[in-house]
């Protein structure tokens, strides 16, 4: 069964940096690409970043390019998100799961909540 467990969520001041971490099991990780989503109450979950199978092409949302850096570290089976430069507008629920269509993805973790104040 997929597991995923988001952590690092926190309230930060705009233009801050924080950290998000996720482990996953239930599958074999090292051969997914993966990607982090994020939600805010009332709008449907949004794409963030992603980062194939050996960590070596990553892409990003238009909204965060430049400000986050998805990676990973296959031994472990954990994906990591760094963000920087953290607006109001990136407040939300993150969440971290295989790098697919989001109405293909049936197992979510619980989040991790991100709050930036202005």
């Known amino acids: 069964q997929v597991q995923l467990v988001e952590s690092g969520g926190a309230l930060v001041q705009s233009g801050g940096s924080l950290s998000l971490s996720c482990i996953a099991s239930g599958f074999t990780f090292s051969t997914r690409a993966m990607a982090w989503y994020r939600q805010t109450p009332g709008n449907d979950r949004e794409w963030v970043a992603s980062i194939n199978d050996v960590g070596m092409s990553t892409a990003y949302a238009n909204p965060v390019k430049g400000r986050f850096t998805i990676s990973r570290d296959n031994a472990k089976n954990m994906v990591y998100l760094q963000m920087a430069n953290l607006r109001p507008e990136d407040t939300a629920v993150y969440y971290c799961?295989?790098?697919?269509?989001?109405?293909?993805?049936?197992?979510w973790g619980q989040g991790t909540q991100v709050t930036v104040s202005s």
């Open positions: 799961n295989k790098d697919l269509a989001i109405a293909q993805l049936h197992y």
